[in-house]
């Protein structure tokens, strides 16, 4: 009883609702606090101490905000917009492996919520689905700049969904299975991390993973300069708070797969080697965390220094430099994977 | 023969039609009240209308009914980024039509504030221009260095903004003690600066590519769009008014005349970056050479220019800065009062530096010009 259903019920309930939700709130502080360093401010500093209550009150302003919807809009895509952004990007988190098996007062406990045999499929499917929203977003506003916009994103969607996936070929061909433990296990097996063995399916995939969740330097979809805010410049309250959140979730997303396929997810640096076995008192989640958080904390240090691609030159690097890469690499692992059979 | 357009290959059903869209005049990088009509196919931009005029406040009408010393302060009010800098031009127009001789001391000090003056409006400059095209901590850091020279004028005059810092025949107040040391300790903090500004830019892979070729324009054609200053110079013209019309103590400074080559975006960024450094070398040469005397020259108590016109232009950091003025000698206010703004003239180039490249160029090439609405419109 306990194993079946209150354990998986009570993984989810903890994973979404004390995990991944306090930790996008709090990324939006990590993030102007970071970037605030970066430009030699201080960022939040008066909703307590340090500003560390700050996404608090953010939420309880966004909540409280009056919700518009233009006239114009195209009323039921307009509200369901938000929501196709949001939900992919919280159910990806079913699949992610924050550690392995353990023992928990008796009880094996699993940290993951689910170990499913196609997870990197389904990360993949469920994530392109995100970007829907942002191009409904755009097109149900009916108003000039958010239309650009949702056309940038779709134009950026189709470019690096391409690539990202062609890297992805390259982890399953040296891995040989789909399943998130299984590429974590398989990395433990190999007694290499895969970044090691993939360096440019690691950094395509970093690339392309910025891309797909619109951050600098190809945050062309919502270019505050140029479309004023892009998709979200009609929504206000809520539903713009669920766009800017599904943004963070994205984030720690690609930063958690990036983790899990190139960094060894949970495993301790050197997981094969006796010597450094006194590293396993820090649980396997949090160098789960750790590593991701470098993958977070690059996003945002990308963020403070670099400007924004155009439109051509973003399509330009994914078609003609990125796909091809990956496709490159894919053929050169096949080859390789062939020769030392 | 019908033109290959979507229509005639596919008929009805792929018809295109342009999208007109309204930038500004509320928009984050039109830098104020600009608005620019564009029309749009897909993003490239066909054509553009500059629509001007939301900030006019009527400051040349209204000077006709000012005394002399007043207007000096309705000109902090016009490009309200470089305030001394429009005083200067005002009070030497003023001086050359009552033929008035400027001390020294105050040529100099004239000459530290006006380059003070464009140290602060380039820093203003980078640091929304980055901003524009992406790169946001430029932004934060030019200002840090623009607030050290708002504190230099704040020391110097009381203000940070409006400095009402001039008086004709020369400076209403003289230097504080001490005030020429932190000038020079200012140019050493600013010498590093720079190069951090351009490390973050200049050899910045994406901002190469968001500047090299945008709003390309030869030399001619800048010229004849009549455009002024670092915009200018950014298309290989080497015309500076401090240099082929030495005002203030400009004839006893050795500096050079930074001028690009393509005439993009990217070589007016590059011909303002070392304005910056010509500017710390100005600086540097006139507070140690400043001499000793007067601040302001023989100046008739009531000034009542005589019947007649003239034409003055300086150096404004945007560009030609000039002003005209026709007294008749009868009332103690001009008769008329024309200003030739550099924003102005720059930005009617903007319909021709956008076509054919993309929004994203727009915002770009907006700040390339660098125009203040406030000089613009007046």
Redo the contacts between chains.
Sequence with gaps: MIDQFVIPTLKIVIVLFAGVLPAVTYMVLLERKV?AW????LGPMRVGPYGVLQPIADAIKLMLKEDITPTKADRWVFTAAPIISMVPALIVYAVIPFGPTVQFFGHPVSLYITDINVGLLYIVSVASVGVYGIILAGYASNS??P??AS??ASAQLISYEVAVTLTLVSVILMTGTLSMVGIVNAQYNARVWLFIVQPVAFVIFFIGGLAETNR??F??PE??????GGFHTEYSGMRFALFFLAEYANMIVVSSVATTLFLGGWLRPFPNVAALHFLDVVPSWIWFLLKSFVFLYIFIWVR??????????LMRLGWKVLIPLAIANLVVTGIVKVMLR | MDTLTPKTLYGEMFDTNELVINMGPQHPSTHGVLRVVLRLDGEKVIDAEVVIGYLHRGIEKLSENRNWTQIILLTDRMDYVAAATNNVGYCQTVEKLMQLEVPRRAKYVRTILCELQRIASHCLWVGTHAMDIGAMTVFLYAFRERELILDLFEEFCGARLTYNSMRIGGLPLDIPPGWDKKVLAFCDIMDAKIDEYETLLTHNRIWLERTKGIGVISGPDAAALGMCGPALRGSGVARDVRKDEPYAAYDEMEFDVPVGVAGDTYDRYLVRMEEFRQSLRIIRQATEGIPEGPIVGKVPRLIKPAAGETYHAIESPKGELGYFIVSDGKSTNPYRFRVRPPSFCNLQALPRLVKGHLVADVVALIGSIDIVLGEVDR
């Design positions: 970037i970066a430009q030699s401010r000039k700049f239309l650009l056309l940038r600098a330097p945050d062309l270019a505050e300069q140029e479309l004023t403070a220094t670099l400007p924004r691609y155009r439109y051509d030159q």
